[in-house]
């Protein structure tokens, strides 16, 4: 589990943007940082000097300044630089001249891209905001958008960040019932909609849902239609979105308070109505500026290209490239259509640094395709990958089939904070299974039952110390008791992420799956992710899905539900690999009790399995009650697993 792929060269350190600032916060600080850990533990020691040095270092641009770094405040009502005001769009498009590339953009099925400079976005976002304007939105107000991951999107949120209002978006792979469950909150008075989106080969057409969002968002005062894929007249009412961008104007920054709302960002929703979490401007400021020029490591010129839809957080989490001059690559489509699609963009795009889930390198080994093979990939240095754990197998085929050269860099984080608590950096070496370490600010830590730090142990991963992209509140949480209760009911003032971790003595972190799915064995707890990586290299599996349940009289059921690869079955010699895999390459204690067919494992729209709902299930929860089915990429999936509690475990789950 420790083994070493590749170690960064002297050479590659010290021409880093992190040595770069490193040598500078030597002279500031008047003390040596001789590497990130030394520089870790003096930016936890004395998180306020840190962050005013981000701030500093990046010449953060405040029209008014701050009076305190931040509130004495316990999380989760810790505000920050109060006083401060300043606009996080200003900072997105201060940086790259004007005939420089900012976007690159590619369709699927290999579409020629189009590119859009610095100034050609400046234009287009002054121009859209001063639309907004007229159209009446204001420091606030909300604009909601239903689109896929193209320029529109970006320039819509750019515009709305401009004029301080508050933006929101759904991927149109979200059908009506989840994005109005996600929009319908917010009560937006504008929704930017496209009327499809490209999916292997296909053009899927959303003008039904677009129907149905004017119908069940009573609020929206102005539509506007994007032809994205259909060549066809826009729906009468709206406005099209060629009009937003007809008239060159001044681009003009309304100017925020530190902690104003910036967009919110929507939980999985799996139960219940999805939380809304909100982010500010100046933390949203401060975090993209450092993690794209500290851990990122990018400089003007360069690119990145982000495997992601707009419905997920890593879509926001990109948009930091641009506050250092860097370039973008945004890609709509699927990311094995043709097998191999995401890494034919990265070479075609020249890019320096990717980010993607950890199951496209999964979706792409699958396919046999080789990447270095097919395509030029030599500038490419670095891969981040985040959603899920990269399995030990995805560290031995990236350095394979991508480059002996490329530093990867797996993250964890989230939604939550638009951002990571833990990553690689340009120090670590990039050991098999592990995460490199934590992140610069963050006071993260395992924590066993009773609140004591652990270390080579699992515990709960926690953070012990306010972070400025922490959410400033949850929507429609006036007196933030959803906030409490969903980070930290368990120890007030500390938030508890609900992923177990572990914490090891050289450093590398382990993260082992969610905590509220706990597989608690006789005492022992097992980690969910550590199921799936040493099953799902076996070629006779497509998925798997691993759910604990308490029983009576102390009893526990661990059932392992199987989706056999095409051509494959369960039958008697696959259980008994899949026995043997379990119990050689994990424990005896990781067996299941039951190992059971299964059509198709469903997840989340952002791609997470359900694994807390199918436990709810067999612990006789009602379908109703334990899983919200518009926030289900396969309901008839989940339906499978209803009908199979009812009938399999019925009142003894």
């Known amino acids: 589990m420790t083994d070493t792929l590749w170690n960064p060269t002297a050479a590659r350190i010290e021409n880093s943007p992190l040595r770069e600032f490193l040598n500078w916060l030597q002279t500031r600080e008047g003390r040596t940082f001789a590497d ?140 009506a019932e989840g994005t109005i469950g996600r929009l319908a909150q917010l009560e937006p008075t504008v929704l930017i909609a496209a009327d499809g989106y490209h999916w292997n080969g296909k053009e899927i057409d959303r003008g039904d849902v677009i129907a149905r969002l004017r119908e069940n968002l009573p609020t929206v005062r102005h539509i506007v239609h994007v032809p994205y894929v259909f060549d066809r007249p826009h729906p009468e009412g709206s406005t099209p979105w060629d009009e937003l961008l007809a008239h060159d104007e001044p681009l003009v920054f309304e100017q925020v308070e530190f902690s104003h709302p910036l967009w919110v960002l929507f939980t999985s929703g799996t139960t219940g109505l999805p939380k809304g979490l909100v982010h500010g401007h100046g933390g949203i400021t401060l975090q993209g500026l450092m993690w794209s020029g500290l851990y990122g490591g990018l400089r003007a010129g360069e690119r990145m290209f982000t495997y992601t ?77 985040s959603g899920s754990a990269l399995p030990e197998t995805g560290y031995h085929w990236v350095i394979e089939h991508i480059g002996p050269d490329v530093r990867i860099d797996s993250t964890s984080g989230g939604t939550d904070i638009s951002g990571s608590f833990v990553g690689a950096n340009e120090y670590a070496p990039v050991r098999v299974g592990r995460i490199g370490g934590r992140l610069a600010g963050v006071d993260c830590a395992a924590w066993d039952e009773d609140g004591e730090p652990v270390v080579d142990a699992v515990g709960d991963l926690v953070i012990t110390q306010p972070m400025p992209s922490m959410p400033v509140y949850l929507w429609n949480d006036p007196d933030a008791a959803r906030y409490t209760e969903s980070y930290f ?99 005896p204690r990781h067996v299941p009790d039951e190992i059971l067919t299964a059509p198709a494992v469903p997840h989340t729209l952002s791609g997470k399995r359900l694994e807390v709902p199918i436990k709810k299930l067999l612990s006789g929860r009602p379908l109703d009650k334990a899983a919200n089915l518009a926030s289900v990429d396969d309901p008839d999936a989940l339906r499978w697993y209803a009908r199979f509690a009812s009938e399999r475990l019925g009142p003894t789950g």
């Open 489 to 587: 009911d368990t120890w007030p003032g500390v938030w508890r992420h609900g992923d177990w971790v572990t914490m090891h003595s050289d450093g590398s972190i382990s993260i082992h799956g969610r905590s509220d799915s706990t597989l608690n064995r006789g005492g022992v707890r097992l980690g969910s992710s550590d199921f799936y990586d040493v099953l799902e290299t076996l070629p006779e599996i497509d998925e798997t899905l691993v759910i604990g349940v308490d029983l009576p009289h102390d009893e526990y059921w661990l059932g392992l539900f199987v989706v056999p690869a095409a051509g494959h079955e369960l039958d008697d010699a696959l259980k008994e690999k899949i026995v043997s895999t379990l119990r050689t390459r994990l424990t």
């Open 36 to 175: 990130h850990d030394a520089f870790w533990a003096w930016s936890v020691e004395d998180l306020d000097r840190f962050w005013t040095a981000v701030v500093d270092y990046y010449e953060v641009e405040f029209s008014t300044p701050w009076t305190q770094v931040r509130t004495a405040d316990p999380m989760p009502h810790t505000r920050w630089f109060t006083g401060a005001r300043l606009n996080w769009a200003q900072h997105v498009l201060r940086r790259g001249a004007d005939g420089d590339v900012a976007l690159v953009c590619v369709q699927e099925g290999g579409v020629p891209a189009r590119e859009i400079t610095f100034g050609e976005l400046r234009r287009s976002v002054a121009a859209a905001a001063s639309w907004l304007r007229r159209a009446g939105v204001r420091p606030g107000d909300r604009v909601g958008a239903y689109l896929p991951n193209t320029e529109h999107a970006l320039i819509g949120c750019l515009a709305a960040a401009t004029v301080g209002a508050v933006w929101a978006c759904c991927s149109p792979d979200f059908g």
């Open 309 to 385: 839809s707009t419905g997920w957080a890593l879509w926001n989490i990109e948009l930091g490239a641009l506050t250092q001059g860097a370039s973008i690559v945004l890609y709509e489509g699927s990311p094995n259509h043709p097998p191999g699609a995401v890494w034919e963009v990265a070479a075609r795009t020249r890019a320096d640094v990717m980010l993607m889930g950890a199951a496209v390198v999964t979706a792409t080994a699958n396919t046999g395709v080789s990447p270095r093979r097919e395509h030029d990939l030599s500038r490419l240095r670095h891969v981040m990958f």
